[in-house]
């Protein structure tokens, strides 16, 4: 074992009397104008009421419901009720999306909330066309989005999106936008 040999000191007698007369007079700073800075906790807190507001969101959607089960080839869906060709219309790419949604990386509770909140910003926004990129991958969320999309009052129908747009991975989504009260008294004025 290898002893410490002592450090020579870096000052000689001469630098260090040199030092002590240029500090002589000085004195310590009074904290007198500047409050001393607050650590703040590394603990994030959550805001308050967007546990509500999310549990409002993710109530249309439900992991157990399993409307479409083959996810292997061009997926398509049209709400009861709709027009039919409206999935060949979003397949053609006649529709261009308005906002774009990419789940990659994300595990499916975190691609549920996204979901949701773009539903939401959709209708907040009147965008009627949206896409949402799921990617390949494992082919979780290739099976999960579809299914969820299925639950939500708003989707009137997607599709697998063109090539241009993702191909396989990924959907475009024709929404409902519901107008707000002024403009459904507007448009009742002009009839």
């Not at 399993?66 to 709400?79: F, K, P, R």
Request: include cysteine; proline fraction near 6%; aromatic fraction near 6%.
């Amino acid at each position: 074992m290898q002893q410490k040999k002592p450090k020579p000191d870096a000052l000689s007698v001469e630098e260090r009397a040199l030092f002590r007369d240029s500090v002589a007079g000085a004195r310590p700073l009074e904290q007198d104008k500047i409050p001393p800075v607050v650590r703040r906790s590394k603990q994030k807190r959550a805001p308050t009421g967007t546990a509500e507001l999310s549990a409002q969101k993710l109530f249309f959607f439900s992991d157990e419901y399993e409307a479409i089960t083959d996810t292997s080839g061009s997926l398509s869906y049209v709400q009861q009720g709709d027009d039919p060709m409206l999935a060949g219309r979003l397949r053609r790419g006649e529709l261009e999306p308005q906002v774009v949604l990419d789940l990659h990386g994300m595990t499916a509770n975190e691609a549920k909330t996204q979901l949701a909140g773009l539903l939401d910003y959709c209708q907040q926004q009147q965008f009627n066309c949206a896409c949402v990129v799921h990617g390949k991958g494992l082919g979780i969320l290739a099976r999960k989005v579809p299914n969820w999309l299925v639950q939500h009052p708003n989707v009137r129908a997607f599709h697998t999106a063109p090539k241009s747009w993702g191909k396989h991975g990924a959907l475009l989504l024709l929404l409902k936008i519901n107008q707000s009260n002024e403009q459904q008294f507007r448009e009742l004025q002009h009839r």
